[in-house]
């Protein structure tokens, strides 16, 4: 059974950083790409970045571009998202999420597994 478990979100003040985890466990990933999606009360599901577990290849959402980055430790089935100048509107539950194409797409409907979530919450 997969399983992708996320940790590391908390509170922090704007222009700070934090970094997420996110533990997969159920199966081979090599094939997959891993993503990190978010959601804001009332929003929709946003893209925030994703990349291919094999090559490394990377994809990231504009709002994000510069300021965030996607990595994973093949050794320990582990993918990360370093958030630096963290701002207000970053604020939301943050989901890891898999998927089989092993393309780092930015369309949450071609992932497979989600996590629970993780909260962000960046104050001013």
């Known amino acids: 059974q997969v399983q992708l478990v996320e940790s590391g979100g908390g509170l922090v003040q704007a222009g700070g950083s934090l970094r997420l985890s996110c533990a997969a466990s159920?199966?081979?990933?090599?094939?997959?790409?891993m993503g990190w999606f978010r959601q804001a009360p009332g929003k929709e599901r946003e893209f925030v970045a994703a990349?291919?577990?094999?090559?490394?290849?990377?994809n990231y959402g504009d709002s994000v571009k510069g300021r965030f980055t996607i990595s994973r430790d093949n050794a320990k089935n582990t993918v990360y998202l370093q958030m630096n100048s963290l701002k207000p509107e970053d604020t939301a539950v943050y989901y890891c999420?898999?998927?089989?194409?092993?393309?780092?797409?930015?369309?949450?409907?071609?992932?497979?597994?989600w996590g629970q979530g993780t909260q962000v919450t960046v104050s001013s």
């Open positions: 990349i291919n577990w094999s090559s490394g290849r990377t």
């Open positions: 999420a898999a998927n089989s194409l092993s393309w780092p797409s930015a369309d949450k409907r071609t992932y497979d597994y």
């Open positions: 159920g199966r081979t990933f090599s094939s997959y790409a």
